[in-house]
Protein backbone atom coordinates (compact mmCIF):
# COMPACT_ATOMS: atom_id res chain seq x y z
CA UNK A 1 0.00 0.00 0.00
CA UNK A 2 2.55 2.52 0.90
CA UNK A 3 4.51 1.75 -2.20
CA UNK A 4 1.12 2.52 -4.08
CA UNK A 5 0.87 5.59 -2.63
CA UNK A 6 4.57 6.47 -3.57
CA UNK A 7 3.67 5.91 -7.14
CA UNK A 8 0.93 8.05 -7.17
CA UNK A 9 2.85 11.05 -5.90
CA UNK A 10 5.73 11.00 -8.56
CA UNK A 11 2.95 10.61 -11.08
CA UNK A 12 1.23 13.41 -10.09
CA UNK A 13 4.44 15.67 -9.65
CA UNK A 14 5.22 14.20 -13.21
CA UNK A 15 2.16 16.16 -14.44
CA UNK A 16 2.45 19.10 -12.63
CA UNK A 17 5.89 19.98 -14.10
CA UNK A 18 5.06 19.04 -17.53
CA UNK A 19 1.95 21.45 -17.24
CA UNK A 20 4.10 24.15 -16.26
CA UNK A 21 7.03 23.43 -18.72
CA UNK A 22 4.44 23.90 -21.07
CA UNK A 23 2.75 26.62 -20.16
CA UNK A 24 5.52 28.58 -20.23
CA UNK A 25 6.41 28.30 -23.36
CA UNK A 26 2.81 30.00 -25.03
CA UNK A 27 2.61 33.80 -25.89
CA UNK A 28 0.72 36.26 -23.32
CA UNK A 29 -1.49 37.70 -25.49
CA UNK A 30 -3.25 41.48 -25.22
CA UNK A 31 -2.40 45.23 -24.23
CA UNK A 32 -0.42 45.96 -20.86
CA UNK A 33 -2.05 48.05 -18.46
CA UNK A 34 -0.09 49.68 -15.74
CA UNK A 35 -1.62 50.22 -12.38
CA UNK A 36 -3.75 53.61 -11.94
CA UNK A 37 -2.78 55.87 -9.13
CA UNK A 38 -6.25 56.27 -7.01
CA UNK A 39 -8.11 59.22 -6.57
CA UNK A 40 -9.13 61.25 -3.01
CA UNK A 41 -12.24 63.45 -2.67
CA UNK A 42 -11.92 65.66 0.27
CA UNK A 43 -15.49 66.61 2.54
CA UNK A 44 -15.88 69.46 5.17
CA UNK A 45 -18.64 69.52 8.02
CA UNK A 46 -20.39 72.14 7.36
CA UNK A 47 -24.35 73.44 9.38
CA UNK A 48 -24.72 75.32 6.10
CA UNK A 49 -24.82 78.36 7.65
CA UNK A 50 -20.95 78.79 7.47
CA UNK A 51 -19.03 79.51 5.20
CA UNK A 52 -15.18 78.94 3.96
CA UNK A 53 -14.99 82.67 4.24
CA UNK A 54 -14.48 82.45 8.03
CA UNK A 55 -14.79 79.37 9.84
CA UNK A 56 -13.81 77.61 13.25
CA UNK A 57 -10.62 76.69 14.66
CA UNK A 58 -11.60 73.42 15.27
CA UNK A 59 -12.61 71.85 11.98
CA UNK A 60 -13.49 67.96 11.41
CA UNK A 61 -13.32 67.31 8.05
CA UNK A 62 -14.13 63.77 5.66
CA UNK A 63 -12.76 62.34 3.02
CA UNK A 64 -12.55 59.07 0.87
CA UNK A 65 -10.76 57.70 -2.53
CA UNK A 66 -11.46 55.46 -5.39
CA UNK A 67 -9.10 52.61 -7.14
CA UNK A 68 -9.73 51.52 -10.57
CA UNK A 69 -7.93 48.60 -10.94
CA UNK A 70 -7.42 47.54 -6.86
CA UNK A 71 -8.27 49.36 -3.79
CA UNK A 72 -7.88 51.76 -1.54
CA UNK A 73 -5.56 51.31 1.88
CA UNK A 74 -4.85 54.30 3.66
CA UNK A 75 -4.32 57.82 3.36
CA UNK A 76 -1.63 60.70 3.32
CA UNK A 77 -2.69 64.27 4.68
CA UNK A 78 -1.00 67.07 5.73
CA UNK A 79 -1.45 70.47 6.94
CA UNK A 80 1.65 72.03 5.38
CA UNK A 81 1.16 74.02 1.97
CA UNK A 82 4.29 72.84 0.38
CA UNK A 83 5.09 70.19 2.32
CA UNK A 84 7.98 67.63 1.87
CA UNK A 85 7.83 64.22 1.82
CA UNK A 86 8.21 63.60 6.17
CA UNK A 87 5.38 66.14 6.64
CA UNK A 88 2.48 63.30 5.70
CA UNK A 89 1.10 61.68 8.22
CA UNK A 90 -0.55 58.33 7.56
CA UNK A 91 -4.04 57.15 8.29
CA UNK A 92 -6.49 54.59 7.54
CA UNK A 93 -9.06 56.53 9.38
CA UNK A 94 -11.71 58.51 6.73
CA UNK A 95 -12.56 61.26 9.55
CA UNK A 96 -10.61 63.03 11.89
CA UNK A 97 -11.16 66.33 14.32
CA UNK A 98 -8.20 68.97 13.94
CA UNK A 99 -7.87 72.09 16.26
CA UNK A 100 -6.30 74.66 14.40
CA UNK A 101 -3.88 76.97 16.63
CA UNK A 102 -5.17 80.47 16.21
CA UNK A 103 -1.59 82.94 15.68
CA UNK A 104 -3.11 86.34 14.93
CA UNK A 105 -7.09 87.76 14.59
CA UNK A 106 -6.72 85.65 10.75
CA UNK A 107 -4.71 82.77 10.32
CA UNK A 108 -5.10 80.55 6.99
CA UNK A 109 -4.45 76.65 7.13
CA UNK A 110 -4.27 74.55 3.81
CA UNK A 111 -5.13 70.93 4.36
CA UNK A 112 -4.07 68.08 1.85
CA UNK A 113 -4.77 64.61 1.85
CA UNK A 114 -4.43 61.93 -1.03
CA UNK A 115 -4.72 58.21 -1.24
CA UNK A 116 -2.53 55.08 -1.24
CA UNK A 117 -3.61 52.08 -2.69
CA UNK A 118 -3.17 48.33 -2.77
CA UNK A 119 0.40 48.53 -5.10
CA UNK A 120 1.70 51.59 -2.98
CA UNK A 121 0.77 54.28 -5.50
CA UNK A 122 -0.41 57.81 -4.38
CA UNK A 123 -2.72 60.18 -5.62
CA UNK A 124 -1.15 62.82 -7.63
CA UNK A 125 -3.66 65.63 -7.27
CA UNK A 126 -4.14 65.53 -3.36
CA UNK A 127 -7.40 66.89 -2.70
CA UNK A 128 -7.36 70.41 -1.27
CA UNK A 129 -8.57 72.66 0.81
CA UNK A 130 -8.08 76.36 2.28
CA UNK A 131 -9.11 77.13 5.83
CA UNK A 132 -9.55 80.51 6.70
CA UNK A 133 -9.63 80.95 10.53
CA UNK A 134 -11.24 83.84 11.91
CA UNK A 135 -10.26 84.22 15.76
CA UNK A 136 -13.36 84.06 18.12
CA UNK A 137 -13.05 86.57 20.92
CA UNK A 138 -12.61 84.96 24.67
CA UNK A 139 -15.77 85.17 27.64
CA UNK A 140 -15.36 85.51 30.79
CA UNK A 141 -18.39 84.89 33.66
CA UNK A 142 -18.42 85.25 37.48
CA UNK A 143 -19.19 81.69 39.05
CA UNK A 144 -21.60 82.08 42.08
CA UNK A 145 -18.36 81.00 45.05
CA UNK A 146 -16.91 84.78 43.75
CA UNK A 147 -19.34 86.43 45.83
CA UNK A 148 -17.99 89.13 47.67
CA UNK A 149 -19.63 90.23 51.17
CA UNK A 150 -20.39 93.97 51.39
CA UNK A 151 -17.34 94.71 53.52
CA UNK A 152 -13.92 92.77 53.71
CA UNK A 153 -10.83 92.94 55.71
CA UNK A 154 -7.78 93.60 53.83
CA UNK A 155 -8.42 90.06 51.55
CA UNK A 156 -10.49 89.32 48.71
CA UNK A 157 -10.86 86.40 46.37
CA UNK A 158 -12.45 86.47 43.43
CA UNK A 159 -13.30 83.10 41.00
CA UNK A 160 -14.25 82.95 37.55
CA UNK A 161 -14.79 81.04 34.52
CA UNK A 162 -13.42 81.95 30.90
CA UNK A 163 -14.12 80.01 27.93
CA UNK A 164 -12.83 80.65 24.25
CA UNK A 165 -14.43 79.01 21.07
CA UNK A 166 -10.85 78.30 19.65
CA UNK A 167 -10.12 76.38 22.88
CA UNK A 168 -9.02 77.56 26.35
CA UNK A 169 -5.18 77.60 25.78
CA UNK A 170 -5.92 79.94 23.36
CA UNK A 171 -6.46 82.58 26.66
CA UNK A 172 -2.71 83.52 27.08
CA UNK A 173 -3.25 86.23 30.14
CA UNK A 174 -6.46 88.00 32.05
CA UNK A 175 -5.96 91.74 32.71
CA UNK A 176 -7.64 93.06 35.91
CA UNK A 177 -7.52 95.89 38.35
CA UNK A 178 -8.95 97.57 41.13
CA UNK A 179 -10.79 100.50 41.29
CA UNK A 180 -9.10 102.54 38.01
CA UNK A 181 -9.55 100.60 34.47
CA UNK A 182 -6.54 102.82 33.09
CA UNK A 183 -4.00 100.63 34.85
CA UNK A 184 -4.34 96.71 34.37
CA UNK A 185 -2.42 93.56 35.59
CA UNK A 186 -1.51 90.68 33.83
CA UNK A 187 -1.92 86.89 35.46
CA UNK A 188 -1.57 83.75 33.46
CA UNK A 189 -4.13 82.81 31.01
CA UNK A 190 -4.57 79.60 33.11
CA UNK A 191 -5.86 80.86 36.32
CA UNK A 192 -9.08 80.87 37.84
CA UNK A 193 -8.81 82.73 40.72
CA UNK A 194 -6.70 85.65 42.55
CA UNK A 195 -6.69 87.24 46.29
CA UNK A 196 -5.91 90.30 46.57
CA UNK A 197 -4.55 91.72 50.37
CA UNK A 198 -3.01 94.79 50.76
CA UNK A 199 0.10 94.32 49.27
CA UNK A 200 -2.44 94.10 46.15
CA UNK A 201 -3.44 97.86 47.42
CA UNK A 202 -6.34 96.92 49.23
CA UNK A 203 -6.87 99.86 51.85
CA UNK A 204 -9.29 100.56 53.82
CA UNK A 205 -11.98 102.11 52.14
CA UNK A 206 -14.47 101.37 49.25
CA UNK A 207 -13.08 99.04 46.39
CA UNK A 208 -14.38 97.53 42.96
CA UNK A 209 -12.54 95.13 41.10
CA UNK A 210 -12.54 94.43 36.93
CA UNK A 211 -11.32 91.77 34.77
CA UNK A 212 -11.03 90.72 31.19
CA UNK A 213 -9.67 88.09 29.29
CA UNK A 214 -7.36 88.04 26.56
CA UNK A 215 -6.26 85.58 23.52
CA UNK A 216 -3.56 85.03 21.58
CA UNK A 217 -5.26 87.10 18.73
CA UNK A 218 -4.77 89.91 21.17
CA UNK A 219 -8.44 90.21 21.44
CA UNK A 220 -10.65 90.86 24.68
CA UNK A 221 -13.39 89.56 26.20
CA UNK A 222 -16.06 92.32 27.54
CA UNK A 223 -14.96 93.28 31.34
CA UNK A 224 -16.96 92.02 34.24
CA UNK A 225 -16.49 93.75 37.65
CA UNK A 226 -16.90 92.76 41.63
CA UNK A 227 -19.39 94.13 43.14
CA UNK A 228 -21.21 93.71 39.88
CA UNK A 229 -23.00 97.26 40.98
CA UNK A 230 -21.79 99.36 43.47
CA UNK A 231 -18.23 98.99 45.55
CA UNK A 232 -17.60 96.78 48.32
CA UNK A 233 -15.69 97.54 52.23
CA UNK A 234 -12.42 97.10 53.07
CA UNK A 235 -11.49 97.14 56.78
CA UNK A 236 -7.95 97.33 57.53
CA UNK A 237 -7.36 94.78 61.11
CA UNK A 238 -6.97 96.80 64.68
CA UNK A 239 -4.52 94.97 65.83
CA UNK A 240 -3.91 91.20 66.63
CA UNK A 241 -6.70 90.21 68.03
CA UNK A 242 -10.74 88.85 66.26
CA UNK A 243 -13.75 88.15 67.64
CA UNK A 244 -15.38 85.57 64.92
CA UNK A 245 -19.18 86.08 65.94
CA UNK A 246 -21.33 83.26 64.53
CA UNK A 247 -24.49 83.19 65.93
CA UNK A 248 -27.23 83.09 64.18
CA UNK A 249 -30.10 84.40 66.54
CA UNK A 250 -28.22 86.74 68.98
CA UNK A 251 -31.69 87.87 71.11
CA UNK A 252 -31.83 84.34 71.92
CA UNK A 253 -28.23 83.46 72.87
CA UNK A 254 -28.28 86.07 75.59
CA UNK A 255 -26.07 88.77 73.20
CA UNK A 256 -22.90 86.39 73.26
CA UNK A 257 -21.35 89.68 71.17
CA UNK A 258 -21.96 92.16 73.98
CA UNK A 259 -19.94 90.05 76.51
CA UNK A 260 -16.96 89.34 74.51
CA UNK A 261 -16.69 92.66 72.98
CA UNK A 262 -17.07 94.07 76.72
CA UNK A 263 -14.67 91.76 77.79
CA UNK A 264 -11.51 92.61 75.24
CA UNK A 265 -11.92 95.99 75.62
CA UNK A 266 -11.58 95.27 79.39
CA UNK A 267 -8.22 92.66 79.56
CA UNK A 268 -6.42 93.88 76.48
CA UNK A 269 -5.31 97.08 77.77
CA UNK A 270 -3.92 95.41 80.81
CA UNK A 271 -2.28 93.04 78.57
CA UNK A 272 -1.21 95.33 75.93
CA UNK A 273 -1.63 98.89 76.18
CA UNK A 274 -1.75 99.10 72.47
CA UNK A 275 -3.39 95.95 71.13
CA UNK A 276 -6.88 96.42 69.64
CA UNK A 277 -9.14 93.50 68.43
CA UNK A 278 -11.75 93.43 65.36
CA UNK A 279 -15.44 91.60 65.41
CA UNK A 280 -16.15 89.87 62.31
CA UNK A 281 -20.22 88.65 61.98
CA UNK A 282 -19.84 85.71 59.73
CA UNK A 283 -23.73 85.18 59.76
CA UNK A 284 -23.88 88.21 57.97
CA UNK A 285 -20.38 88.75 55.93
CA UNK A 286 -19.10 85.22 55.63
CA UNK A 287 -17.39 85.40 52.10
CA UNK A 288 -18.31 82.62 49.42
CA UNK A 289 -14.46 82.29 48.93
CA UNK A 290 -13.19 79.54 51.56
CA UNK A 291 -10.03 80.50 50.81
CA UNK A 292 -10.38 84.48 51.68
CA UNK A 293 -11.87 83.37 54.35
CA UNK A 294 -8.73 81.22 55.49
CA UNK A 295 -6.39 84.09 54.36
CA UNK A 296 -8.36 86.31 56.53
CA UNK A 297 -7.73 84.56 59.36
CA UNK A 298 -3.86 84.48 59.09
CA UNK A 299 -4.08 88.25 59.25
CA UNK A 300 -4.56 88.41 63.52
CA UNK A 301 -2.55 85.79 65.76
CA UNK A 302 -5.42 85.56 68.37
CA UNK A 303 -8.51 84.00 67.47
CA UNK A 304 -12.36 83.84 69.76
CA UNK A 305 -14.40 81.74 67.20
CA UNK A 306 -18.70 81.33 69.32
CA UNK A 307 -20.55 79.13 67.62
CA UNK A 308 -24.68 78.18 68.29
CA UNK A 309 -25.91 74.51 67.81
CA UNK A 310 -23.68 73.29 64.84
CA UNK A 311 -24.08 69.72 62.72
CA UNK A 312 -21.91 68.54 60.24
CA UNK A 313 -23.27 69.68 57.47
CA UNK A 314 -22.84 73.27 58.71
CA UNK A 315 -20.70 75.24 55.61
CA UNK A 316 -19.43 77.43 58.71
CA UNK A 317 -18.32 73.99 60.19
CA UNK A 318 -16.89 72.34 56.74
CA UNK A 319 -14.97 75.59 56.48
CA UNK A 320 -13.73 75.51 60.32
CA UNK A 321 -12.26 71.99 59.50
CA UNK A 322 -9.35 73.24 57.06
CA UNK A 323 -8.94 77.06 57.99
CA UNK A 324 -8.47 76.27 62.00
CA UNK A 325 -5.32 73.73 60.93
CA UNK A 326 -4.34 76.31 58.48
CA UNK A 327 -4.64 78.76 61.07
CA UNK A 328 -2.62 77.49 63.94
CA UNK A 329 0.32 76.04 61.37
CA UNK A 330 0.73 80.02 61.02
CA UNK A 331 1.60 80.68 64.64
CA UNK A 332 -2.00 81.56 65.43
CA UNK A 333 -3.70 80.72 68.65
CA UNK A 334 -7.31 79.98 68.59
CA UNK A 335 -10.55 79.40 71.03
CA UNK A 336 -12.96 77.70 69.62
CA UNK A 337 -16.87 77.65 71.43
CA UNK A 338 -19.80 75.30 70.22
CA UNK A 339 -22.74 73.70 71.15
CA UNK A 340 -23.25 70.10 69.30
CA UNK A 341 -26.81 69.16 67.76
CA UNK A 342 -28.35 66.17 68.59
CA UNK A 343 -26.86 63.63 66.90
CA UNK A 344 -23.92 65.13 66.19
CA UNK A 345 -20.68 62.99 65.15
CA UNK A 346 -23.04 60.19 62.86
CA UNK A 347 -21.25 60.88 60.32
CA UNK A 348 -17.17 59.92 61.11
CA UNK A 349 -14.93 61.72 62.49
CA UNK A 350 -15.66 65.24 62.12
CA UNK A 351 -13.72 66.81 65.34
CA UNK A 352 -10.26 65.22 64.37
CA UNK A 353 -8.87 68.46 63.72
CA UNK A 354 -9.56 69.80 67.53
CA UNK A 355 -8.48 68.56 70.39
CA UNK A 356 -11.63 66.12 70.98
CA UNK A 357 -11.21 62.49 70.98
CA UNK A 358 -14.66 61.92 70.93
CA UNK A 359 -18.15 62.72 72.30
CA UNK A 360 -19.67 61.66 75.47
CA UNK A 361 -23.56 61.54 76.33
CA UNK A 362 -25.62 64.46 76.08
CA UNK A 363 -26.80 66.38 79.27
CA UNK A 364 -30.46 67.54 78.27
CA UNK A 365 -30.20 70.40 80.69
CA UNK A 366 -27.33 72.27 82.62
CA UNK A 367 -29.02 74.76 85.16
CA UNK A 368 -27.89 77.79 86.66
CA UNK A 369 -25.59 77.92 89.00
CA UNK A 370 -24.28 74.67 88.19
CA UNK A 371 -20.42 74.58 88.50
CA UNK A 372 -17.58 74.39 85.87
CA UNK A 373 -14.80 73.47 88.05
CA UNK A 374 -10.58 73.12 87.36
CA UNK A 375 -9.45 69.27 85.99
CA UNK A 376 -7.33 68.33 89.09
CA UNK A 377 -4.99 66.91 86.31
CA UNK A 378 -5.42 69.42 83.66
CA UNK A 379 -4.84 72.10 86.37
CA UNK A 380 -1.71 70.37 87.59
CA UNK A 381 -0.34 70.62 84.33
CA UNK A 382 -1.61 74.08 83.58
CA UNK A 383 0.53 75.44 87.18
CA UNK A 384 3.04 73.09 85.91
CA UNK A 385 3.32 74.69 81.88
CA UNK A 386 1.99 78.47 82.92
CA UNK A 387 2.04 78.54 86.82
CA UNK A 388 -1.53 80.09 86.98
CA UNK A 389 -4.41 78.64 89.19
CA UNK A 390 -7.98 77.91 86.54
CA UNK A 391 -10.73 80.29 88.45
CA UNK A 392 -14.44 78.40 89.30
CA UNK A 393 -16.68 79.06 87.18
CA UNK A 394 -20.95 78.99 87.09
CA UNK A 395 -23.58 79.12 84.90
CA UNK A 396 -25.53 82.01 84.32
CA UNK A 397 -27.95 80.96 81.89
CA UNK A 398 -29.72 77.75 81.81
CA UNK A 399 -27.77 75.55 78.78
CA UNK A 400 -29.90 73.13 76.88
CA UNK A 401 -28.06 70.26 75.29
CA UNK A 402 -24.91 69.43 75.63
CA UNK A 403 -22.64 66.99 75.32
CA UNK A 404 -18.97 65.60 77.18
CA UNK A 405 -15.78 65.29 75.55
CA UNK A 406 -13.22 63.06 75.57
CA UNK A 407 -9.89 64.25 75.13
CA UNK A 408 -7.43 63.04 73.04
CA UNK A 409 -3.98 62.07 74.91
CA UNK A 410 -2.36 65.43 73.59
CA UNK A 411 -5.09 67.31 75.25
CA UNK A 412 -5.25 68.45 78.91
CA UNK A 413 -8.62 68.80 80.17
CA UNK A 414 -9.48 72.33 81.67
CA UNK A 415 -12.86 72.33 83.04
CA UNK A 416 -15.55 69.49 84.33
CA UNK A 417 -19.41 70.24 84.88
CA UNK A 418 -19.87 69.16 88.69
CA UNK A 419 -22.90 66.37 87.82
CA UNK A 420 -25.18 66.41 90.30
CA UNK A 421 -26.23 63.13 88.85
CA UNK A 422 -23.20 61.37 88.81
CA UNK A 423 -19.95 60.21 89.96
CA UNK A 424 -18.43 60.56 86.69
CA UNK A 425 -18.10 64.67 85.91
CA UNK A 426 -18.17 65.31 82.43
CA UNK A 427 -15.12 67.32 80.76
CA UNK A 428 -16.59 70.37 78.52
CA UNK A 429 -13.13 72.45 78.05
CA UNK A 430 -10.32 71.11 76.78
CA UNK A 431 -6.83 72.56 75.81
CA UNK A 432 -5.14 71.31 72.72
CA UNK A 433 -1.28 70.71 71.81
CA UNK A 434 0.31 71.21 68.43
CA UNK A 435 2.46 68.16 67.60
CA UNK A 436 4.45 70.65 65.45
CA UNK A 437 5.81 73.17 67.92
CA UNK A 438 7.91 72.70 71.36
CA UNK A 439 7.43 73.73 74.97
CA UNK A 440 4.26 76.16 75.93
CA UNK A 441 3.82 76.99 72.27
CA UNK A 442 2.71 74.03 71.51
CA UNK A 443 -0.65 74.36 73.29
CA UNK A 444 -2.55 76.61 70.57
CA UNK A 445 -6.03 75.46 70.47
CA UNK A 446 -9.12 75.79 73.55
CA UNK A 447 -11.82 73.94 72.83
CA UNK A 448 -15.31 74.31 74.69
CA UNK A 449 -18.62 72.07 74.14
CA UNK A 450 -20.03 75.03 76.41
CA UNK A 451 -21.33 78.31 75.30
CA UNK A 452 -18.40 80.09 77.68
CA UNK A 453 -20.90 83.48 77.75
CA UNK A 454 -22.99 81.28 79.52
CA UNK A 455 -20.62 80.81 82.31
CA UNK A 456 -20.78 84.46 84.06
CA UNK A 457 -22.17 83.97 87.66
CA UNK A 458 -19.48 83.89 89.45
CA UNK A 459 -18.36 87.24 87.72
CA UNK A 460 -15.07 85.88 86.59
CA UNK A 461 -15.31 84.68 83.36
CA UNK A 462 -13.27 87.90 82.35
CA UNK A 463 -10.23 86.37 84.64
CA UNK A 464 -10.35 83.03 82.67
CA UNK A 465 -9.64 84.66 79.30
CA UNK A 466 -6.70 86.79 80.83
CA UNK A 467 -5.23 83.75 82.35
CA UNK A 468 -5.96 82.49 78.84
CA UNK A 469 -4.11 85.41 76.76
CA UNK A 470 -1.85 86.43 78.91
CA UNK A 471 0.00 83.54 80.08
CA UNK A 472 -1.34 80.11 78.19
CA UNK A 473 -1.56 81.97 74.87
CA UNK A 474 1.40 84.18 75.57
CA UNK A 475 1.57 87.64 73.34
Known sequence: MQNLLKTT????????????????????????????????????????????????????????????????????????????????????????????????????YVFQIRAVDNDGAWDPTPAKQLFPIKNTSPTINWLPSSRIPDTTFTVASFIWQANDLDGDSTIVYFEYALDDTTQWRKIAGFRRNLTLTADSGLTQGEHVFYIRAVDVANSRSPIIRMPQRGTWYVKEPKGEYLL????ANEAQSNYPDRYYKSMLSQILPEIDPQAGFDYWNIEEQFPASRLQFIETLKLFKRIIWYCDLIQETDEHFITAQVAIPE???????????????????????????????????????????????????????IDELFGVQLPELKVSKIIVGLMGLKPKPTAIPLYRYDDPRSTEDPIFILLGRNDNKHGTDAYDFIFSATPLHYLQANNNLNEFFKIVFNDIFKP
Open 244 to 247: IDDF
Open 9 to 108: FKIGLSLALLSVVYSCKEKITGEYHPNSPPETFLFVQSTGKDTLNHTASIQKLFWDGRDEDGFITGFYYTWEAFPDSGDWQWTQERSLTFPLKITGAETS
Open 327 to 381: FLATGGKIIYSVQFNQGFGALGNPLEFTPVDSLGKMFNFITTNSVYYADSTGQQS
